[in-house]
């Protein structure tokens, strides 16, 4: 309990971050213009074409196009938790979204070094190959199933405790191989996960 609490509390100061940040950028978007022009909107936080300096801003180089369309369209409707991005989207058309689709699935992910836990990461790794490489695929490298390697910590800690708090719809099929993930490692199995992924580069 106390610990989602503090959890929440951050959370709740990087939505206030963000929306400073929002009221900085470059006001209207109008019609037409290509992915990557689109895409500089995006760069204050995402990073320069898509491999964001983090920690709680997702890496989106490399994403595939349909993960990419149905994350924002997601966003959109609400349907997906968010501190910033149900805003953002909402200024955007379907084809605009897929316009900067496949500009940022051109790009190349860079990936910066993290912090990590190395015995948890090699936990994690044993639960990936277990559970999750069947769908997320050469350890979690950019796929249809979005990407893990590499990705911030920070942003996959939060939004695994979204799927598992009812905050972020769960994929075909996912939630199975969570729940058996936890129960094979009890409170160790997320943060095992996520100092796998953040230990790949
Ligand atoms: C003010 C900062 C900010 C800006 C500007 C921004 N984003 Fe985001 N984006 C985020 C954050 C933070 C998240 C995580 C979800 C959330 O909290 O809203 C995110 C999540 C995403 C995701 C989901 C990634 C995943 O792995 O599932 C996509 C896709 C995305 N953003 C695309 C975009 C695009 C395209 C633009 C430009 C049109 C954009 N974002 C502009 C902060 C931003
Ligand atoms: C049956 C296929 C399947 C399995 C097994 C699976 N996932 Fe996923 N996962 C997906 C798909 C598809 C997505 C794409 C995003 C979406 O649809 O929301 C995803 C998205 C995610 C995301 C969000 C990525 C982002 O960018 O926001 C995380 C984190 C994640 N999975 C972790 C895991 C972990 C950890 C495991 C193993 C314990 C796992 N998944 C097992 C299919 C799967």
């Not at 409707?77 to 699935?105: P, V």
């Amino acid at each position: 309990m106390e610990k989602m609490k503090s959890n929440e509390s951050v959370h709740k100061g990087v939505r206030n971050l963000l929306l400073a940040m929002l009221a900085v950028l470059p006001a209207a978007v109008s019609a037409g213009p290509s992915g990557q022009a689109m895409a500089f909107t995006c760069a204050g936080c995402h990073g320069t074409d898509g491999s964001s300096v983090g920690p709680s801003m997702p890496a989106i180089a490399g994403m595939d196009p349909e993960v990419f369309v149905d994350a924002m369209k997601a966003y959109r409707q609400d349907e997906r938790n968010s501190s910033i991005m149900n805003r953002i989207a909402k200024a955007y058309s379907d084809e605009q979204f897929k316009a900067m689709a496949w500009f940022f699935a051109s790009q190349r992910l860079q990936l910066f070094p993290q912090k990590y836990d190395a015995a948890l990461a090699s936990r994690g790794s044993e639960l990936h190959d277990e559970h999750c490489e069947k769908c997320h695929e050469n350890g979690g490298r950019p796929g249809d199933a979005g990407t893990l390697a590499g990705q911030w910590m920070p942003y996959l800690q939060y939004t695994m405790e979204d799927f598992i708090n009812g905050k972020r719809k769960w994929p075909r099929k996912m939630k199975r191989k969570v729940d058996a993930a936890i129960e094979e490692a009890g409170d160790d199995a997320i943060p095992a996960l996520v100092n796998y992924y953040g230990s790949q580069r």
